[in-house]
């Protein structure tokens, strides 16, 4: 009896653990409350000029599936306009990504807005042949949202397109285009991925009826149509950009729109934009791309010729090949204690740019010894930070006829002396020697 009552202890203790690791799991992939900014322009106002907007608080209650009501969705925050409280199912979870949904009294929150859409063909080559037909289909009689949503740390940057029927609050995601390369850095000459997929509501009447992809860049209010691709027709459009391209097949089957660029050059840092077409719809992500490239360093001359007491020597540090512009360029000296100590940044030149888009710099330092204490000499740094990592370069100087010889000098001097002392006695003996012999001969012969 006992022993049963012991089986019986272990085994509610294990259901127990078992029911709360299953809890602890359900609760890491709820589905989170978004806070957002309800973005619209204001009615009445119009002209040549920009629309004025407003702005309002709002929530969006994120859903899988369509019956699943939170307890937390029966109350609204005091703050928030009931209008503004939203329930969204998305079936793809791509809403539920664990970049949206911080930790409870979490500070950071996930950017979020939130903008009336409009579903309007596009005039656009690429994607024209999505809407040949001129009979917009009932489907699209309906309130639309779009949605801009990024996760925090960058981990995550999503775009969506919501349909409710008329006058509810019941949204359902038609359109999602997501990227997890938010901000990208990329070493020059290197391929570089920027991720974008899109997916595709299948119970949506426009979900058979094609699709279009498209990559633009723009920086510093310049643009190019980097690639773009008719689904529905199979065609890529004419561009101008050499070494970009999309793995169709992975398109059609999964739509992975991940842009490769086989090599990185400096003109490529900028920002991306994704853009996904359907029928009457569109939803895009933006990416930014920086090239960094660290410089290579150089000394000249090198090596440094020998110096004396009161000379002055110019140092030349040439900083090239980097990318982008921002670079700081100083000097230390590593004296022979082995201890360092700044020189200052030299006298500067303007940067000057390659071919390849790529900048050099240089500085000059006045090695002094009249002013600097350099004692028997060292070593002269030149240190370059960048975005890119630190770099350095050394090359050694020597001071001569600073000081008399040390103690370890003067020991082996001696000893030289004292070589070459023997050396000499030796040889004198040995020719001492050799003539004495010599004249005790001639003396034998003369007898």
């Given at each position: 009896?006992?022993?049963?009552?012991?089986?019986?202890?272990?085994?509610?203790?294990?259901?127990?653990?078992?029911?709360?690791?299953?809890?602890?799991?359900?609760?890491?992939?709820?589905?989170?409350?978004?806070?957002?900014?309800?973005?619209?322009?204001?009615?009445?106002?119009?002209?040549?000029?920009t629309a004025p907007t407003t702005q309002e608080k709002s929530l969006l209650y994120i859903r899988r599936d369509p019956d699943s009501h939170s307890a937390e969705s029966q109350h609204t925050p005091d703050d928030i306009n009931p209008e503004r409280v939203y329930f969204v199912t998305d079936p793809a979870a791509t809403l539920c990504h664990a970049s949206l949904n911080p930790p409870r009294g979490s500070i950071t929150k996930p950017l979020c807005e939130i903008n009336p859409f409009l579903p309007q063909p596009s005039s656009l080559k690429w994607v024209a042949p999505l809407t040949e037909s001129a009979l917009s289909p009932i489907y699209l009689q309906a309130e639309w949202f779009s949605s801009a949503l990024q996760g925090l740390n960058d981990q995550m940057g999503i775009s969506t397109i919501t349909r409710a029927p008329t006058g509810s609050k019941e949204h359902r995601v038609v359109l999602s285009v997501t990227s997890k390369t938010v901000s990208v850095q990329a070493r020059l000459g290197k391929p570089v991925l920027l991720d974008c997929s899109f997916w595709v509501d299948p119970s949506s009447p426009l979900s058979g009826s094609g699709f279009a992809v498209e990559w633009r860049y723009q920086f510093r209010g310049e643009g190019r149509l980097v690639l773009a691709y008719d689904g529905k027709t199979d065609r890529l459009?004419?561009?101008?950009?050499?070494?970009?391209?999309?793995?169709?097949?992975?398109?059609?089957?999964?739509?992975?729109?991940?842009?490769?660029?086989?090599?990185?050059?400096?003109?490529?840092?900028?920002?991306?934009i994704c853009t996904a077409y359907l029928p009457y719809l569109l939803a895009q992500v933006t990416m930014e791309l920086e090239i960094v490239e660290p410089p290579s360093l150089s000394i000249h001359p090198s090596p440094l010729p020998l110096i004396v007491p009161g000379q002055a020597l110019s140092v030349q540090c040439e900083a090239s090949g980097f990318a982008p512009l921002t670079l700081e360029l100083s000097w230390e000296f590593k004296g022979a204690d082995g201890k360092s100590r700044p020189l200052g940044s030299g006298s500067l030149t303007g940067h000057r740019q390659a071919w390849d888009g790529t900048y050099s710099q240089s500085t000059r330092l006045e090695l002094d010894t009249s002013k600097l204490d350099l004692g028997t000499g060292g070593e002269v740094n030149c240190v370059a930070v960048h975005p890119g990592g630190r770099r350095e370069a050394r090359v050694t100087l020597n001071v001569i006829g600073f000081s008399t010889p040390s103690i370890e000098d003067s020991m082996a001097m001696v000893g030289v002396a004292l070589v070459l002392y023997g050396l000499i006695k030796f040889v004198s003996w040995t020719f001492t020697s050799s003539g004495s012999a010599e004249a005790d001969m001639e003396d034998k012969k003369v007898k």
């Open positions: 009896m006992t022993e049963f009552s012991t089986i019986y202890k272990l085994s509610l203790v294990a259901l127990t653990c078992f029911l709360h690791v299953c809890s602890s799991r359900s609760s890491s992939n709820k589905c989170p409350v978004l806070e957002c900014w309800f973005v619209q322009e204001k009615a009445g106002r119009g002209g040549g000029f459009a004419d561009t101008k950009e050499k070494g970009a391209r999309l793995d169709i097949e992975a398109l059609h089957k999964t739509g992975n729109a991940s842009l490769v660029l086989e090599e990185a050059k400096v003109r490529h840092s900028g920002t991306y």
